[in-house]
């Protein structure tokens, strides 16, 4: 398309924002040069840190995430929630299929593995409260386990989600965290405090990736211990992330379509493989009694737990579990958010935070009702003392669980496979989304730049490794989850604030009746003629140059003469007027030729040659929000003005509305 004035953007070999990108990496340097120069010294730190906030802001984290969760489900059940995340003509990019896929693997995969078992096991064996070892401390667990890994989770990863997809698919702001700040700071989201915003995003983004590179590569490393007999230790873990790292390079080089999505969809199968099997050969019919009684009780108690501090009895347990959790799922809030909004675009907002909220939930319950109660089942019954081997090491329980099912050597192979391609998915994702950030919102920056911040994340996590293992990653996690919870608050009041004045916008247009809105003005008999006439290519274009295209003109030509902006923008099968009022929103009126099925009624009435067998042309009006689906080709040049004006109308009535709220 031709635009007066305007000429083409070429491909740069460095797209980035560069206040963004430099900042970002100083930072992230700098935090590894401290922890390499002296890693007694930055364990201490990293030990006192999170000390402190667990101690003196637990309970912001605490009010935060139960403000994402009440948020996302109030936005979802309102009438906004019918609003598209893209303009009123999308359709959704990826199949349900492999959405479910994309977002459940970049989510938490490497965490479920991880902690599936381990974790009801340890609250079992030393619950907050109460006697541990008993069946009753056996229900608590798993009402635990479902609490850190629940809706709560993934409330926090929809609120950011939601966010970026709706600015940037819905409003045409760049795909970047500083975008969801514009209803409160306009455009100075393109200054200093939007790069800010975003070097924080990036900061938390990595540690909160290199947390679950470092868990997964501790599995991964157990999991080969026991199949091939190689030595646990840090050389070896070191190893196993420079090559795991290769591998999410090859993936991230590779693109969403290619890569990623199908990595994903590997990634579910094989999970549901393990699953299934383990289902199948442990005590089934017990499994799917636990499932239904763990989610009751996880239902009835959601409120109480969301609150709860343990004031009244002091102790250091919520720390390293539910602060820890929170601080890891809200670091990674800007890389999952990112992630399942660029995959998410034409989607309404209902479906999205149903879809993000539920079914990875759901998944989730099943997975540790699955392998967490299969292992209290062991552990109370005598078969297996699965507390011993949890406590031993963590990231060997999943083996050890593996180790007394039968078929073992098959079960832990597909484990071991199932951690690695955990391990790439996250690392390639997250590279991707660290890149699309520092590249001010490019959705396909320069392959070089993928490839530098997917072995950054690999060089993060073998240095929090070395720093300090296990309490290294919960702490990054927990500070870099510390500004962006700040940062999230605010994304929820302008993310509130821009839906109002959506719902605002839709109201005027229902509500008002212009003038000259609506059907022009015209003869009965052009009406009739326009609804049942078949045009072929060759009339629909010499529409677009006879009637379209002066009638754009001259209404931009009137507009500009009354001191307002107005451009065009003139192609052979799209025009587009755009309206500037300076600060308020703009306005657009677009009209575009598409080719559709010709209905079988009119087969036999068509006039000219057609583009194909069944084919014929419509122009259909588009506005800001996207293709309204009615068709306009037909109109007299000055019928196709009053439609425009129609519609101006209705803009303007918004802004009058948004101007007195």
Known sequence: MANEGSGSKKPRFFEANVPVFVGSAVLIFAALAFAVRDPEDASAIFAAIQSWIVHEMG????????TFLVFAI???ASSMGTIRLGPDDASPDFSTTSWFAMLFSAGMGIGIMFYGVAEPVLHFASPPVGEGGTVEAARKAMQL????????????????????????????????VRSALYPLIGDRIYGWMGHVVDIFAVFGTMFGVATSLGLGVMQVNAGLNYLLGIEMGIDVQLALIAGITLLATLSVVSGINAGIRRLSELNLALAILLMVFVLAVGPTVFLLQATMQNTGAY????????????AYQPNDWIGGWTLFYWGWWISWSPFVGM???RVSRGRTIREFVIGVLLVPSGFTFLWFTVFGNTALAMQLDGTAQMVDAVQADVAVALFQFLGHLPLASISMTIATLLVVTFFVTSSDSGSLVIDIITSGGEPEPPVWQRVFWALME????????????????QTGAIASGFPLALILLVVCYGLFTALRHEMQRQESLQAVTPSVAG?????????LGVLLHQPSRARALAFMKEAVAPALKEVAEEIRGRGLVADVEIGEREAVLTISHGSEDEFHYGVSLRSVPIPSFAIT??????????????AEVSLREGGQRYDILGYTKDQVIADLLGQYERHMHYLHLHVAS
């Open 74 to 76: 109030g936005i979802a």
């Open 145 to 176: 386990s479902f609490f850190h890994w629940g809706l709560h989770a993934w409330a926090i990863y929809a609120v950011m989600g939601l966010a970026l997809a709706y600015f940037s698919f819905r409003r045409g702001l760049p795909l970047t």
């Open 519 to 527: 059907h022009p003005s015209m003869p009965w008999k052009q009406r």
């Open 299 to 310: 239902l009835s108690e959601i409120v109480s737990k969301t609150f709860t501090l343990y």
């Open 59 to 66: 309970w912001f984290y605490v009010a935060s995430v139960a």
């Open 605 to 618: 009435a068509l006039e000219g040659e057609r583009e194909g067998p069944d084919r014929t042309w419509r």
């Open 458 to 473: 690999g060089v993060v996590a073998a240095v929090l490794l070395l720093a300090g293992g296990l309490a290294a990653l």
């Open 339 to 341: 992630f399942i909004a």
